[in-house]
């Protein structure tokens, strides 16, 4: 199954907007550059695609424009040929090297990691949430900058769980910049007597004079709850003796339904050159 990675520049306080001041400088506009070449295509949604798309895409006549420094020029032509997909409902077509795609964009990018190729790359803010909430992230690239934006979008806001990651690469660079490269942790399998032991979480709580016992286990929970020693009782048939009776125990089990998943319905379309 291929790569898929998400790379994204992002401020201290977590803002990932274009415009919360995290372009790069040459240094960092190389790595870019390089990051963009070692993906086999790069995965949009609309609003992205539109943005990147008005910045970086060759004019008609081939030449640049004036507001493009030359040290950006390899980013702009490396990103100009690089094949993109766009993940949108409501663009009725796309060009720039781009195939559009329909439906539901969980399983419409499942559905592209499971065809041949190389490495894919995502971008973005809303589109990568989706996919890191359904496991399909495998690598994450973060470029902090030393700033703090105080508003706009934030990194996968919205997550359900937490993202256990680990680290494989850490490069700081002139203007304070540092880039991250983790991979997402695995699940470790269990094997033996533990694969056939229930994960289970056990916890005590004292409430004045009584002592419950709770047990969760993945498949629902179980509690029982022992009340203290009550005082002796004089036995009929010996008064030198007494004793204490235990309280009854109880249990009870509830099963959790799993969430459904919807289908995708990918599709593209063709879309006529532009003037």
């Not at 499942?110 to 992230?137: D, F, H, Q």
Request: aromatic share 6%.
């Amino acid at each position: 199954m291929r790569t898929l990675r998400y790379a994204i520049g992002v401020s201290l306080d977590g803002c990932v907007h274009h415009e919360a001041g995290v372009a790069p400088d040459e240094e960092l506009m190389r790595f870019w550059t390089d990051e963009i070449a070692r993906a086999d295509a790069q995965i949009y949604g609309r609003v992205t695609y539109e943005m990147m798309q008005g910045a970086w895409h060759r004019p008609d006549d081939g030449v640049w424009p004036e507001w493009t420094d030359a040290w950006e020029v390899p980013f702009a032509e490396t990103l100009d040929a690089a094949k993109k997909h766009v993940m949108s409902s409501t663009l009725p077509c796309v060009d720039w090297n781009a195939e559009l795609v329909r439906g539901d964009v969980v399983e419409a990018v499942r559905a592209l990691k499971a065809e041949p190729g190389g490495a894919l790359s995502v971008g973005g803010v809303t589109s990568p949430t989706a996919l890191a909430n359904a496991g399909l992230i495998d690598e994450y690239l973060f470029a902090v900058h030393p700033l703090v934006a105080g508003h706009g979008p934030r990194l996968l806001d919205g997550l359900h769980e937490r993202l256990h990651l680990d680290l494989v690469e850490r490069r700081e660079f002139g203007s304070g910049a540092v880039a991250t490269d983790a991979r997402r942790r695995h699940p470790r399998r269990r094997v033996g007597r533990e694969a056939r032991r229930p994960p289970r979480a056990v916890r005590r709580r004292r409430h004045g004079d009584r002592r419950q016992l709770v047990v969760d286990q993945r498949s629902g929970t179980r509690s029982g709850s022992r009340a203290a020693a009550s005082p002796a009782t004089p036995r009929t048939s010996s008064p030198a003796a007494a004793g204490a009776s235990p309280s009854p125990r109880s249990a009870s089990a509830a099963g959790r339904a799993s969430p459904s998943s919807s289908n995708a319905e990918p599709g593209h379309g063709p879309c006529d050159p532009r003037p």
